[in-house]
């Protein structure tokens, strides 16, 4: 005898892509992103709501996707880590991060770039507390943040001159 | 020296696969037919189990298996001496949280509905809460092992005749120190899957730090040939030591696993890893320390009394290191330690970044700081005057080779503007200054053995590529990337042209861990030597195509050339494709052993290492005199690194350390209360979640301004000693020294929190003494100590009787 719950089918839209989906209604965004469309990039913490490594970005602000149910995402454009890429062409925010010492571990780091994404698509010039500020709910153990700071400022500067 | 890698600011090696979410931590990994494992955990702090029922959990739907310690008759534990833990309890209960049964099912929701069916019956015993209850309650036992009572470890050191030399110094300082317990609290939580691989041995992939100390206890308790059960240590997620146990829930999958023919995983909940724990020990200690009126110091005596928790852990390891690496920073003619670790009903303590001596370094700089303030010294150059020589010998026979440590605290004193700031801050501002040392590895295994610390294999085709294999273990402290640069380096190739295959004992040569700073040094040195056999080989096949003699050949950039004649080159894959056609299949292996440590003593084995690391920290404080509240705006640190191999990582451990210090110092605490009786009575952890155990976040953080300090040291590869600990180590009593020089009040107590200053300036206020820390250390029955002269009073580094001595003298 199965213990599967009854399943909910839908179609989230998940990186500009339209993807149908069945899970069990009770499932978070995270579990839905990682255990049902195998998006395993976005980290869990916690889940809880306390760590911010499970931010993603919807209708382009943050979320942590551990505090809202899948159900609620319909119709919504949901944007992961694995996303954020042009092609193969790494995010300035990815490369910044691989370059000057953003990511250690490497497990908030997709919750930090998502954060940090939607901070510089509002403000591409923002000041060093601002990105303070802007990731305060997402937890570092390895870094001491000073290269994550450093990182976003190195991106925006980088997506500023693309700009140009 | 002149390097084309080693030393440049570069990509790490697995920066792309982070930042774009592709790397694979262990929860991150699916297996068809997967079940989902959960585990029951006690209520109890300390209890028998009188009946397990699990008959209703096993007939809930979706429920394939369930678990209790009946499956696990054999104990393990991480140190052959501590053999006390059972993947799932049997008989005995020793913590909230120690785990007693474990359900397998479809998936997590229904494992854990299970679990609320099974019916456990307990016979509540008496508690202990502290070392002090440990030893004024020896029963009930917590384990029937150990000292006596409820003592673990006790142990007693003397190196030369400490009374003596206490009695004959200009002054004694006495004084009393608390460390609290902290944890790591890694980001990702722990995760294990273990399956059956098609040639039908276990496969267990999980976030450990030892892969290899792993396996051999999973061997053990499986009761498998090792070699049908390969651990794949997957990317770890932050360790800081937690991950350095064998953990119950790695043997309990992998049993299920063997059970069920199925794979099986388990993602601990958050709540879980805060009794997974094995972190920091709270440590009470008491330093009686000697100096003479110009302020050298002329004795020490050290105890300490170490809270270990519920099992044994690394807790023998962690009770030398109390103590040992005390007197590798300054001149102490005399020394002795004694510690004591006893049993808790709380969860383990273990290593945790500084493994034991954040505690006593803590005491050590703080009393520093009270000596120099006694004498009217200043506490810079009070160190300076008395810093360890290189290649010399510590009282207790460590070997120490090289050391940054003077040049270390010069740089931080010019950088902090330190002579403009100690004691001339208006009133509520303050700067204080710490040093530490920390070691490059530890110089002996944790089981006995002869063998290499470290193996490295490396395999070459006519592709170009560069395979290298090791079992070092990935936990984003870059361990990779220094594989990946030593090899280029060593043969002159671009690190994207080396291919790193780590941490996966089916696959990879023995590496011990990622513990005690020793992966650069260990790894480092045996892939050093594997290179090294494969350049002897290249240079002999291209030689003669070269017109010059094998000694001769150059490796850098890509090319292999004759020395001094650049017009004599090939590219590396061409010099690859010569050898491989001379001698066939290209390869080699290299491995490191530790040198002999100089002590002959037993116990003489903690401490030793290849190298040893300095740092010294300032640290600038503003304190608001009506709330207690600490605000700290800087930080400057000073490493003694030998030689950086790739700075953007080197400087981002060393940023990452003092964070995690600064943390420790201010807000961290794995502490416990108890419930009231009519809830039980229970010893329960405070603040098991992310929200309510605080640790620093984006805004708290200050800057650090780092200075690596670059002397290379002859033992480590290319002159790279560790960086992953130390730096952590000073910042502790940088911060209780910069309070004092703020508001005049000391802290004698880690955490500092806004409280404790508060009620220091209250007793300031009151002309009490203006100090909040322990108030008496108890009696601790240390054992009569083993006697050893120090090298400069004779003997050869063996115990001698303490009567004897003075004739041997």
């Given at each position: 005898m199965s213990a599967v719950p009854d399943r909910v089918h839908m179609t989230l839209r998940v990186n500009g892509e339209a993807l149908p989906v069945s899970f069990a209604p009770y499932k978070t965004l995270l579990e839905v992103l990682r255990e049902d469309l195998n998006l395993t990039g976005t980290k869990h913490g916690c889940e809880l709501g306390e760590c911010g490594a499970c931010a993603v970005l919807v209708d382009g602000e943050p979320l942590l996707s551990c505090l809202e149910l899948a159900l609620a995402c319909e119709g919504r454009e949901i944007q992961t880590v694995e996303g954020l890429a042009n092609g193969n062409e790494l995010h300035p925010l990815q490369a910044a991060f691989a370059d000057v010492g953003g990511s250690q571990c490497g497990y908030c780091t997709s919750g930090m770039l998502m954060t940090a994404k939607a901070l510089l698509d509002k403000e591409p010039a923002p000041s060093r507390e601002r990105i303070k500020e802007a990731i305060a709910g997402n937890l570092c153990r390895c870094t001491g943040y000073q290269q994550i700071w450093e990182s976003i400022e190195q991106a925006a500067r980088v997506l500023r001159e693309k700009r140009k | 020296m002149n390097f084309d890698t080693i030393g440049k600011p570069r990509r790490r090696v697995d920066g792309r696969a982070k930042a774009?979410?592709?790397?694979?931590?262990?929860?991150?990994?699916?297996?068809?037919?997967?079940?989902?494992?959960?585990?029951?955990?006690?209520?109890?702090?300390?209890?028998?189990?009188?009946?397990?029922?699990?008959?209703?959990?096993?007939?809930?739907?979706?429920?394939?298996?369930?678990?209790?310690?009946?499956?696990?008759?054999?104990?393990?534990?991480?140190?052959?001496?501590?053999?006390?833990?059972?993947?799932?309890?049997?008989?005995?209960?020793?913590?909230?949280?120690?785990?007693?049964?474990?359900?397998?099912?479809?998936?997590?929701?229904?494992?854990?509905?299970?679990?609320?069916?099974?019916?456990?019956?307990?016979?509540?015993?008496?508690?202990?809460?502290?070392?002090?209850?440990?030893?004024?309650?020896?029963?009930?036992?917590?384990?029937?092992?150990?000292?006596?009572?409820?003592?673990?470890?006790?142990?007693?050191?003397?190196?030369?005749?400490?009374?003596?030399?206490?009695?004959?110094?200009?002054?004694?300082?006495?004084?009393?120190?608390?460390?609290?317990?902290?944890?790591?609290?890694?980001?990702?939580?722990?995760?294990?899957?273990?399956?059956?691989?098609?040639?039908?041995?276990?496969?267990?992939?999980?976030?450990?730090?030892?892969?290899?100390?792993?396996?051999?206890?999973?061997?053990?308790?499986?009761?498998?040939?090792?070699?049908?059960?390969?651990?794949?240590?997957?990317?770890?997620?932050?360790?800081?030591?937690?991950?350095?146990?064998?953990?119950?829930?790695?043997?309990?999958?992998?049993?299920?696993?063997?059970?069920?023919?199925?794979?099986?995983?388990?993602?601990?909940?958050?709540?879980?890893?805060?009794?997974?724990?094995?972190?920091?020990?709270?440590v009470l200690m008491k330093f009686r320390t000697g100096v003479t009126k110009e302020g050298r110091l002329t004795a020490m005596h050290l105890q300490t009394l170490l809270d270990g928790g519920a099992y044994g852990s690394h807790g023998p390891a962690s009770t030398f290191y109390t103590g040992v690496l005390t007197p590798v920073t300054y001149e102490l003619p005399r020394f002795k330690f004694e510690a004591c670790r006893t049993f808790t009903n709380k969860p383990a303590c273990g290593p945790k970044r500084g493994h034991g001596t954040p505690q006593p370094r803590f005491g050590q700089e703080v009393q520093l700081d009270k000596i120099a303030a006694k004498l009217g010294l200043d506490p810079a150059a009070l160190r300076l005057n008395m810093v360890t020589k290189p290649d010399s010998l510590t009282a207790s026979w460590l070997r120490i080779g090289s050391t940054g440590l003077a040049e270390c605290i010069r740089k931080v004193v010019e950088m902090s503007g330190w002579n403009d700031k100690h004691r001339k801050l208006p009133p509520g501002r303050g700067v204080g200054l710490a040093c530490s040392s920390y070691m490059c590895g530890a110089g002996v295994s944790i089981y006995w053995n002869k063998l290499p610390h470290s193996g490295v294999q490396l395999l070459l085709d006519r592709s170009g590529q560069v395979t290298v294999y090791c079992g070092a273990t990935e936990l984003g402290q870059g361990s990779d990337d220094v594989l990946a640069a030593i090899i280029s380096e060593a043969l002159g190739i671009d690190p994207s042209f080396v291919r790193c295959v780590t941490g996966d004992t089916g696959i990879t040569p023995i590496d011990l861990g990622s513990y005690s700073s020793r992966v650069t040094i260990m790894m480092g040195n045996a892939a050093l030597q594997a290179a090294g056999r494969v350049r002897e080989q290249l240079a002999a096949a291209c030689a003669a195509q070269l017109d010059t003699l094998p000694e001769r050949v150059r490796f850098s950039r890509g090319r292999v050339y004759a020395a001094g004649e650049p017009g004599k080159a090939m590219s590396f894959v061409e010099a690859v494709a010569l050898a491989e056609a001379k001698f066939g299949t290209l390869g080699a292996v290299g491995s490191y052993s530790p040198p002999k440590a100089p002590g002959r003593y037993k116990g003489a084995g903690v401490g030793p290492s290849p190298a040893y690391s300095f740092s010294a920290c300032v640290l600038e404080t503003e304190v608001d005199p009506q709330t207690g509240?600490?605000?700290?705006?800087?930080?400057?640190?000073?490493?003694?690194?030998?030689?950086?191999?790739?700075?953007?990582?080197?400087?981002?451990?060393?940023?990452?350390?003092?964070?995690?210090?600064?943390?420790?110092?201010?807000?961290?605490?794995?502490?416990?209360?108890?419930?009231?009786?009519?809830?039980?009575?229970?010893?329960?952890?405070?603040?098991?979640?992310?929200?309510?155990?605080?640790?620093?976040?984006?805004?708290?953080?200050?800057?650090?301004?780092?200075?690596?300090?670059?002397?290379?040291?002859?033992?480590?590869?290319?002159?790279?000693?560790?960086?992953?600990?130390?730096?952590?180590?000073?910042?502790?009593?940088?911060?209780?020294?910069?309070?004092?020089?703020?508001?005049?009040?000391?802290?004698?107590?880690?955490?500092?929190?806004?409280?404790?200053?508060?009620?220091?300036?209250?007793?300031?206020?009151?002309?009490?003494?203006?100090?909040?820390?322990?108030?008496?250390?108890?009696?601790?029955?240390?054992?009569?100590?083993?006697?050893?002269?120090?090298?400069?009073?004779?003997?050869?580094?063996?115990?001698?009787?303490?009567?004897?001595a003075a004739a041997v003298v």
């Open positions: - | 774009t979410g592709q790397l694979r931590f262990a929860d991150d990994l699916a297996a068809a037919r997967m079940l989902h494992c959960r585990l029951l955990r006690s209520p109890h702090p300390h209890a028998l189990i009188e009946s397990i029922d699990v008959s209703r959990a096993q007939s809930h739907p979706g429920v394939h298996l369930v678990l209790t310690g009946e499956q696990f008759p054999i104990p393990y534990g991480i140190m052959p001496v501590a053999q006390d833990e059972h993947a799932l309890a049997r008989e005995r209960v020793r913590f909230v949280g120690d785990p007693v049964a474990a359900v397998v099912a479809t998936d997590e929701q229904t494992a854990g509905e299970a679990l609320g069916l099974i019916e456990v019956k307990y016979r509540p015993l008496a508690t202990v809460s502290s070392p002090e209850e440990a030893l004024a309650n020896p029963e009930p036992r917590i384990h029937d092992y150990g000292e006596q009572g409820n003592i673990h470890r006790n142990q007693s050191y003397e190196f030369g005749d400490v009374d003596e030399a206490l009695a004959k110094s200009d002054h004694v300082f006495e004084d009393l120190f608390f460390y609290e317990g902290n944890t790591h609290l890694p980001m990702e939580q722990q995760a294990s899957l273990a399956s059956i691989e098609g040639d039908g041995k276990l496969l267990l992939q999980t976030s450990t730090q030892n892969p290899h100390y792993l396996h051999r206890q999973l061997a053990r308790v499986l009761q498998l040939p090792a070699a049908h059960i390969r651990v794949i240590a997957t990317p770890n997620g932050g360790g800081f030591g937690g991950k350095c146990d064998p953990a119950n829930h790695e043997f309990v999958v992998c049993k299920a696993a063997l059970l069920l023919g199925r794979p099986v995983k388990i993602c601990l909940n958050r709540e879980e890893v805060f009794y997974q724990h094995r972190g920091r020990h709270p509240w600490i605000t700290v705006p800087k930080i400057w640190i000073a490493h003694d690194i030998g030689q950086a191999i790739n700075p953007v990582l080197a400087r981002g451990q060393v940023i990452g350390g003092v964070y995690m210090g600064l943390g420790e110092a201010l807000m961290e605490e794995q502490a416990f209360r108890r419930l009231p009786a009519k809830l039980s009575g229970a010893l329960v952890h405070r603040t098991p979640s992310m929200l309510e155990y605080k640790s620093l976040t984006s805004l708290d953080m200050p800057e650090v301004e780092v200075a690596l300090i670059e002397d290379p040291d002859p033992n480590c590869p290319y002159g790279a000693k560790e960086v992953g600990q130390g730096p952590l180590l000073p910042v502790m009593p940088a911060l209780a020294n910069a309070v004092y020089d703020a508001v005049g009040v000391r802290i004698d107590e880690v955490p500092i929190t806004p409280d404790k200053v508060l009620r220091a300036l209250e007793k300031k206020a009151r002309g009490e003494a203006p100090r909040v820390g322990p108030e008496s250390f108890p009696a601790v029955p240390y054992p009569a100590p083993m006697f050893v002269l120090p090298p400069w009073e004779g003997g050869d580094g063996s115990e001698v009787k303490k009567n004897d």
